[in-house]
Nanobody
């Protein structure tokens, strides 16, 4: 059974950094696509970044491109999302999600409309950017 658990959220000033972690169990990362999504207060959940099972294909939403970096540690079955140059609008609950790698592209899976394609979600970790 797939289980994901996020950690690393917190309160940070604009321009600051955080590193989010997503510990995955029930599937090895070399078989899974992992997505990071976020939900700002009063808004729908949106795709942030997704990484393929091999790690060779990564997609970023335009809003975070150049500031966020996704990576993974297959040995520890953990995926990371490094958040740099944080802005007020990055505030929200951040979720990781997993599904078996298949025919759907990472780019497609990272779209807000494709969230239903993921099999399992974590409980989320809160990121607050405030001065």
């Amino acid at each position: 059974q797939l289980h994901l658990e996020e950690s690393g959220g917190g309160l940070v000033e604009p321009g600051g950094s955080l590193r989010l972690s997503c510990a995955v169990s029930g599937i090895t990362l070399d078989r899974a696509v992992i997505g990071w999504f976020r939900q700002a207060p009063g808004k729908e959940r949106e795709g942030v970044s997704c990484i393929s099972n091999s790690g060779a294909t990564i997609h970023y939403a335009d809003a975070v491109k150049g500031r966020f970096t996704v990576s993974k540690d297959n040995d520890n079955n953990t995926v990371f999302l490094q958040l740099n140059s944080l802005k007020l609008e990055d505030t929200g609950d951040y979720y990781c999600a997993a599904r078996l790698s298949g025919l759907l592209s990472v780019r497609h899976l990272c779209q807000t409309s494709a969230q239903h394609e993921f099999d399992s979600w974590g409980q989320g970790t809160q990121v607050t950017v405030s001065s």
